[in-house]
């Protein structure tokens, strides 16, 4: 089992930046993926940037070039730097970890773009 907290959200302009953390409460070298989604009012969640094990990223189209996922093993925690920001990235955020066969999910921290 993997317990999840999120940190960071808060009230930014447009064109600001924020820097989330998800702290595990195990070592997230043997999780084979980290994640970070998002969820607007009315909206489905989405997935907005996720990192393997092994280092490799993904994006969703919409934060490409703004948005940077990393990971510290040593910490046990993956950041979402998030630059340049929209009114458009007004969202509850929430890190996932993804196991071989077991998923959970933080609590979620919000993030508001005033325009």
């Known amino acids: 089992q993997v317990q999840l907290v999120e940190s960071g959200g808060g009230l930014v302009q447009a064109g600001g930046s924020l820097r989330l953390s998800c702290a595990a409460s195990r070592n997230i070298f043997s999780i084979n993926a980290m994640a970070w989604y998002r969820q607007a009012p009315g909206k489905q969640r989405e997935l907005v940037a996720s990192i393997t094990s092994g280092g490799s990223t993904n994006y969703a189209d919409s934060v490409k070039g703004r948005f940077t996922i990393s990971r510290d093993n040593a910490k046990n925690t993956v950041y979402l730097q998030m630059n340049s920001l929209k009114s458009e990235d007004t969202a509850v955020y929430y890190c996932?970890?993804?196991?071989?066969?077991?998923?959970?999910w933080g609590q979620g921290t919000r993030v508001t773009v005033s325009s």
């Open positions: 996932k970890a993804v196991l071989v066969l077991s998923y959970y």
